[in-house]
């Protein structure tokens, strides 16, 4: 061989056992368990394999030889054509695919799930599935055992793929059916089959299925006893007794088990002392029912006292005396077998019994005690202490429960049958009998005894001899045993009971017979007295009795309790068998006065009258009886007499003697007919035949059918017997119809048996040349003529009493046919049947349970021979179509007539299979079909019968009919064209089968939300006759159990017929097309009902679907044929195709992506993606309607775009353009398509966030599609655009919404998702609806959160959708129908309940002003009165804090609230989710927010994301990585100060506190660095700051706990600066805590001013005031830093007004001090020496200060302009809760009102910016220069211009103003600047001089010009300033770049542009912007409000403005 070529392989098939990746050229890659077909081999061992892997598709590759092992297979065909079959068992392989996939579940269960006791089931049975796996590779089992071990791992594979939740596999004989090699019907049985055997096997397993287990195979049982060891003391030789004893009937059911022991306790013969076991035989679960117990009984054998003194010598025979019982539960070995896995050892108590009287009985007593115990074990019974009891150690057993009878414990244990097992029976049949048992034994049992003393004092001791004598009085040897185990005995000596007259033995003995001796046979009882005296005899004869066993007629004596004569003989020789045989032996003889007359008065032997002994016997025999009846039928030839009598007699007897002696009877039954001269008996000769075939049915006797079987086939020998029997049972049957009596129920029922006598008995007349004539043949035809037609006419017949006989006919008639066939062809037979059926009267004149027996009857014709032969099949399947087509009509048995239905076509799919059954299927369906789909729709509720007539299609001119009341429509709704789309909505509604006008009121509702099909429409429009259908029963499929046999049924015929027969059943002959199409239709809706089918039936649903595919193929072209014209155009079939085929497409079953890899490739394999090809048949139909498509617009807009969100991305190709064709066809007809676009936001909407569909594939496809072809439209290309990008925005929310929504880990991105669907729809006015919903789900989601503010904030939302009227509001929101004004109201007080917990009382005080205008114009005053308390309470609140009542004091406490808490949050990296990939967000806490905290909430939310610090530099490869990073860190808040602050002197702290941190969108974060060289005596001479100014798009706090940042400046404070900051600061911190003292002068307070004071003024870490003078205040700073001068001057003024707060702290201290004696007066006047210098230091007089500062500085008022340029504009101004004293939103000024905002005037909207006219100070001349003025780049928005303070604005945060002025700074008064990183120019800090007018400052400008900015195209007009002169260059600091410093990020969530807004509506706006379209819109002019804002308000108008006009200011440009 040449190992150096290519070269056939040897060996076709393998499997991988390792993985196998190379880059080789060429090569397979390989996973491990992949199998692989190997094509071709080279080079040796270490060589190459060239095949393909059978698992996936990859192509033909090489592979090493090492990795694969070869397996056995058959190859069929050659080269690249051929197959390989591997020949490894199924089950084999089947597990070897299975446990990988159980493998991938179970891990993908325990990750979601954690561990469970169901994973830990299954990794039991995986274990145990492998070990049994490898014992069938092994090969080592038999034929059997492998049979059983496959269906064992089928039931734990099943098992186990339900627990997991995977597919059930149908199995057949324990192996997986080809669904192609089966029909439907007998598929969905397997399945079922399987359901139910889950639903029945225990899932617990305890052992291996191979191990033998107590089970109910068989209901037979066996104990298996082995003997151990005794530990019993007793001194004597003693034998034990083992049975078992029935507690419920207080007897013992078995024979005894004896065991000889020595007096050591060891068996008597050694040889069997490991041997000695005993198997209890034949135990039924009856007998485990009755309480059994295992008895032990011991007795001695020696003297009679074990004891006495007197006897020396051992007796010559030693009696056998009582000495020990012990019991055992049955029921406890049961339940240790459960645990065990082979033999339970046990040891069982022996409890001696001090009485003898007692021993016989002592054992129930034993047994009472242990019921009584409950709790405790028979090893636990205990004698009782005060009885003379003693309790050995007992016996020690074995046991074992053995399922099975005697031949299978053989097979199973042959080891324990060849160490001599002794078999103990029962005493009695086993409850089956079985035909070949052959018993005659008699249990004789000894009761007890009655005897005199004899005039003797002590009482007697009495030993009985039992021995058996037979005919002839002779010995009969070896017949008699008292226990199992030991040798047969001649006779058997009873127990001796000491000293007892009335002893009770109580022991049975087995005495078995040789039958030829049984009759005549007796037995002889000799009592004999045993002494204990040694002076005397040992035992001395008393007398005798005896009993006949059997009578002269060898009759058994009954079965009964017998009290036996004594007769007196003291000589054993004299008992002589002739002389007392004919001697009564009973004591009833003796006084029955029948029985006296025989009794001789001189009898030989003297009766002892008051002596008597009781005993009782039981025959178990199967050739003896105990009734002379028997023998008078077997032996009628000599009693001729008396023949009817015991015929009669016969028919009384009990069945078990009658089997005994079936075959002898029957014989006899059998000559009588054929004698002759005996016809006046035949008849009762018939009926005892019929009495004894019907004893054969009962189950007790079922073992004797095949006796009878053997009776026909080798002993019935009657040739001419045939005659009589069809002549009596014909004639039996007239006579009944009659009304004669003649038992023809009873014959009937043994129809079958009495057939085989008939047909046995005319094949030996055939045979027998004798007998054979023509004569015969003719007289046997005109029989066989006459017995049907009798059959015929008793089914006619009307009469009620002959209705169990007519059952008992249609029941048995079927089990004959097999005979008949013998002796007539299947063609006779069925022109027989079908003659018999064919006499039953119409089905509405029988009984029900008739009309079922028929039924049944031809359902098992259907299963007989006659329907697989041709011949006979062509007459009855008509026959059994009619009757079935007759109960589907008629609605009855349709579970019987459903499963019927499935066995037809059940054979005609095997038939096919072998011939063509073309004419047969044509049949069926031509005959079925129709009413099956009537049938189907019926059962599910859809129609009812009968009640539909044809309609011709519907033209347009009756669509105008249909809808006359559209003008009134419109009218009520007030807009047409949601007329238009409710009309068009409900249209494929109509109801086409009747001619009937529709009534308008269904035309015209307005569809019904609750209830909606898969097109949109209402379920009772959309439903084919339900507006019309006639009241009547209507079924559930579920009640009755048929949704799934008749499902199967339509299935398999839909995959039967081909071409031919659809062509047939679609030309309906009965009803119209129209009507029948659509009634297919609808039924075709019932065959893909997802709740069907069980959830595992993947492979029953992949069938019908197929089947169900190419059915709707032939009904697509029909209705292309019939239903497409403009003439015969019908929307309403057209309607349900489409919505069938959508349900087709989007049904579970067909959703691949669930599958797994193997299993999916599997399905497509075998049937394609179906999906794919329907959705290209919907593509062709939908192209084919032309005009007709605007028929379904929006009806068919829901579910198609169902269709399209199915992952599959050829069918989204070709379903996606399905929605251009929509817009192309709505905009010729309407204009636009606003129709479609609505109903695709709605249904999107639905579709994503409820039922999880849709991807971001289907997004970027569904956009790339659309797109296109809207681009080559010119009339769509515009507005088609704007919707593309409009519904992929939508798409881009939702899919983020559903994304986080569920779960406490993602609430936070759950409220941002619900935060961006918001916008969005809020955007669409015609979405309130959809509007309101995502309000309230956000409001929820901030309730649970308990994110009070922001809840009440989303609230407001609805509420400002809301007006003060009285028009009902409809339900929505959790509130009921109600008015409009009081729906608004509980809003109110639910904001306000949110406002006040969340502790924003401000908020809730224009709600509260509002609420009270309301009530005072509706005079509630009481509401008036609550409303103004909760207003004054929030007012309180606000000045005094939160009051507690603490324990323990008497007055609340009020505790001030605290400050929120601010947050920048950063994510970077490509991980995380769009809306938050790289942007910086500002998250505000409350109070109790820690950095920690939020920390960890981020952690738990994105657990692979890293935490960064703030400092931490952020680079590119951080954005663009694949790794997670959040950067984290607080900032403070930068408020736009109140000009009502700056002007009111008396605003309390708290207030000024409150707006210090809320409604702000300016943050900044300072970081400190050092300038060049750190002067280590000065550190402020270098120490500069870095500032990042951040602006969030809306205020804080909004609708949401954060908000993106849009903008974020970097600025660098030069030192000066800083200084400038620090001291500002302090300044602060100094107000704020002298504030605090003057309000609350407690110790606490004092202390922390004393520590403030104290460091400011000591400053003994930085060297305080005088460090900024050795810094900043000399000259040589002043030379090198010239532009630094203002900012030198301004630090100055600043000192200067901290040394003045320092003074009055001073003072404030020094008060304090005289008034409360703090002890602080050295400190004190030591900090005022300090100041003292600081004063003269900075040039300072030292004055007392009487007053503190309460105002803002004239500095501070610069702060105010200066931040006031921070702010972010807007185009309409969202009016925040104004001042305490404000107004309310939307009302003028009350007399309420404290004062008077923004909030509460009313009027047109007006211009803010022009100042008030002042005089400009000499020194502001120079203060501003517009030369300096310059804007950013290109692509920014300019500075937002200062607007002029007015002392009622309230404009924070806002982006826009109508008319404002600019101002600019000059290079001297300008802070020092850093570009940012995108280069823009440096920021400008704006300083404007100020003079004080009447304790009021107001802003000194001069020469200022207004531009007139209204948005953004205003400002973009703006020349550009002129460059700013150059400067010097600074180091540049780290920066942070989070976006622009003027242009907007890309902004997830933009802001909710107003609905109807007042100042700028843009009409035709920019595109939306799009994820696909770099679309940025800037957010200087054209900016919207934030999200509160829905409305437009109001702003108020300006003090008197300046004479300067709009051309003064433009003018100035």
Known sequence: MDDGVWRPAKDNYGVAICSFKSKVQKSLSLTVGETVHILEEYGGSNGWFYGKSTNRKTGWGIFPKSFIHIKDCITEGKGRYQTVIPKEDHMVRELTFGLREWFQSWKTKYLSQGWNQMLEDVERTMAELAMLRGRL????????????????????????????????????????????????????????????????????????????????????????????????????????????????????????????????????????????????????????????????????????????????????????????????????????????????????????????????????????????????????????????????????????????????????????????????????????????????????????????????????????????????????????????????????????????????????????????????????????????????????????????????EDIVIKDAYHTLCIYKCEDPSKIKYEKYKTMPFLVDDFGDPRQSVFITKSLPYTRSARETIQVSTKLTSTKFTQTSELLGVLKWRDCMSDLERNLDKLMNLQGGEIMKFLSDILDALFEMLQAGSQTQYYTKVFHALIFILNLLLDSRFENFVPVLDSYLRETFTSPLVHTHLMSLFSDGILRAVKGETFPVAMSLKVLAPLVRFIVRSRELETLNPMCRNSKSEHDYQVQISQLFDSFGRLLASKDQKLKISQMALLSNMRKSFETFVVIMTKKQLADYVKAVISKLPPQREISEDVARNKMEFIREIVNSDLFLDDESRSVMLPLCLSHVRQCLHQKQFLQLVTSTLGDILDKLFTLKQEKDMSDDIEMFAKYMFPVMVDTTLTLSEKVVPHSFCATPAISPQQETQDFDCEDEEVQKKGNKRQVDRDRRRTLTGINFFTSKPRPPSISMQTPTHSLKTIDSTPVKSLEIGEIFKKKAPTFSMEDLGLSGEMISCMAELLRLMDHRQYNVILKPTQVPLKEFLGKVLLTFRELIKEDLFPPGWTVMRMVINNALFTAIEYLSSVLSEHFLKKDQFDMQLWSHYFNLAVAFITQPSLQLERYSEAKKRKIIDRYQDMRILMGQQIQNLWENLGANRRHFIPSLIGPFLKVTLVPEEELRKATIPIFFDMMESEMKTCGNFQLVENEMIEKLDEYITTENLGDTDYMALFSTILLDKVEKEPELKENGRQFVLSVTNLLERLLDYRQVCGGEDHKSSHMKCTFNILNFYKDNTNKEEMYIRYIKKLYDLHLTAQNYVEAGLTLKLYAQLLQWRDTMRKEELDYPNQPEWE????????????????????????????????????????????????????????????????????????????????????????????????????????????????????????????????????????????????????????????PEFVYNTNVAPEIKNFYAVNDVSTFQFDRSFHRGEKDPNNEFKTLCTERMVMHTNYCFPGILQWYEVIRTEHVTLSPVCTANEAVKSACKELQKEIDKTKKDSSIDAIKSLSMKLNGMISASVQGGIPKYQEAFFTPEYERLHPEERDRIRELKELLNEQVKLLDAGLHLMKTMDRVHGTGLSDMLRSLSEILKEIKESLGMQSSSVHRTSSHLSMTS??????????????????????????????????????????????????????????????????????????????????????????????????????????????????????????????????????????????????????????????????????????????????????????????????????????????????????????????????????????????????????????QDENSQL
């Open 1383 to 1538: 729906r608004k109201e509980r809003v109110y007080l639910q904001i306000m309940d949110c406002f006040d917990k969340g502790k924003v009382w401000e908020y809730g005080i224009p709600l509260c002003k509002e609420l009270a205008e309301v009530y005072e114009k509706k005079f509630d005053y009481r509401k008036l009165s609550n409303v103004l308390e909760r207003q004054a309470r929030f007012f309180s609140n606000i000045l005094d804090g939160v009051k507690v009542q603490e324990e323990g004091q008497d007055r609340p406490v009020f505790y001030p609230r605290q400050e929120p808490t601010y947050f920048r949050v950063a994510y970077y990296g490509q991980l995380f989710p769009l809306f938050v990939r790289n942007k910086v967000f500002i998250y505000r806490g409350d109070e109790c927010l820690k950095l920690q905290d939020i920390i960890n909430q981020l952690k738990q939310e994105y657990p692979m994301a890293t935490i960064l610090q703030f400092t931490n530099t952020i680079d590119e490869d951080k954005k663009q990585g694949e790794a997670q990073y959040i950067q984290i860190g607080s900032v403070k808040p930068r408020p736009e100060d109140k």
């Open 1757 to 2006: 008022v610069r702060e105010v302009n200066r931040r006031s340029d921070s702010g972010v504009d807007s185009m309409l101004v969202e009016m925040r809760p104004g001042t305490p004293g404000s107004g309310s939103l939307h009302s003028s000024s009350s007399n309420r009102s404290s004062g008077y905002s923004a909030d509460a005037v009313s009027g047109d909207l007006v211009d803010l910016s022009e100042p008030e006219p002042v005089s400009a100070p000499e020194n502001f001349t120079n203060l501003l220069d517009l030369s300096q003025l310059k804007g950013v780049n290109s692509n920014s928005k300019p500075k937002r211009p200062l607007s002029l303070i007015h002392p009622f604005r309230s404009d924070r945060g806002h982006k826009d103003r109508s008319k404002s002025v600019w101002y600019g700074s000059g290079s001297t008064n300008s802070m020092l600047l850093e570009k940012s990183k995108f280069g823009s120019e440096p920021d400008i800090t704006h300083r404007t001089s100020y003079k004080h007018q009447e304790h009021h400052v107001f802003p000194v400008i001069s020469n200022i010009p207004v531009l007139p900015v209204k948005h953004q195209l205003a400002e973009e007009a703006i020349p550009e300033k002129p460059e700013p002169p150059p400067k010097k260059k600074q180091p540049k600091p780290t920066q942070e770049l989070v976006g622009s410093s003027s242009s907007a990020s890309s902004n997830p969530v933009p802001p909710l542009p107003p609905r109807k807004p007042s100042l700028v509506r843009q009409t035709n706006g920019h595109p939306r912007a799009s994820v696909f379209e770099n679309v940025v819109s800037s957010r200087s002019g054209d900016a919207p409000p934030p999200i509160p804002q829905r409305t437009s308000v109001r702003v108020p108008k300006p003090v008197p403005r300046s004479t300067v006009t709009r």
């Open 137 to 552: 590779i092994k090969d080592t089992l038999s034929v059997e055992q492998a049979s059983n071990l496959r269906e064992e791992i089928a039931t734990l594979v099943d098992w186990g793929n339900g627990q997991l939740g995977m597919d059930l596999i149908p199995r057949k004989n324990g192996k997986e059916i080809n669904p192609d090699e089966c029909s439907v019907i007998e598929l969905h049985r397997v399945h079922s089959q399987g359901v139910e055997k889950l639903r029945t096997k225990s899932t617990k397993r305890t052992r291996l299925p191979t191990q033998s287990c107590y089970t109910d195979e068989g209901n037979i049982y066996n104990l298996l006893v082995h003997f151990r060891s005794s530990q019993c003391n007793i001194g004597d030789d003693s034998v034990v007794y083992l049975s078992l004893f029935s507690a419920k009937d207080d007897k013992f059911i078995s024979e005894q088990y004896e065991i000889k022991l020595n007096k050591t306790g060891f068996p008597v013969d050694l040889e069997k002392s490991d041997n000695l076991n005993a198997l209890f035989t034949d135990l039924s679960q009856e007998d485990f029912h009755r309480n059994l117990f295992l008895v032990v009984r011991i007795y001695r054998y020696g003297r009679m006292l074990q004891d006495h003194k007197e006897h020396k010598k051992p007796p010559s025979s030693p009696y056998r005396r009582p000495w020990g019982v012990g019991v055992f539960s049955v029921r406890e070995i049961q339940d240790q077998m459960d645990m065990v896995d082979d033999q339970y050892e046990c040891n069982i108590k022996v409890v001696s019994c001090a009485d003898d009287s007692t021993f016989s009985e002592y054992h129930e007593t034993l047994i009472r005690r242990y019921n009584a115990a409950q709790f405790g074990s028979s090893s636990q019974l205990k004698a009782s202490v005060t009885s003379p009891e003693k309790t050995s150690l007992g016996l020690h057993l074995a046991v074992k429960i053995i399922t099975g009878d005697l031949k299978k414990c053989q097979t199973e244990h042959p080891v324990l049958f060849n160490k001599g097992l002794a078999v103990i029976q029962k005493m009695d049949f086993s409850d089956v009998i079985n035909p070949g048992e052959v018993r005659n034994d008699v249990y004789l049992e000894l009761h007890e005894g009655d005897f005199d003393r004899d005039g003797k004092k002590a009482q007697k001791n009495v030993e009985v001899k039992i021995t058996v004598l037979d005919r002839e009085g002779r010995r009969i040897p070896k017949c008699i045993s008292y226990g199992c185990g030991e040798d047969l005995q001649d006779t058997f000596r009873s127990a001796v009971l000491y000293h007892s007259n009335g002893p009770k033995w109580a022991e049975t003995v087995r005495i078995s017979i040789p039958m030829e001796k049984f009759p005549g046979s007796s037995a002889l009882f000799e009592i004999s007295h045993c002494s204990t005296k040694s002076s005397k005899a040992e035992k001395k004869l008393c007398g005798f009795a005896f009993m006949r066993l059997t009578d002269d």
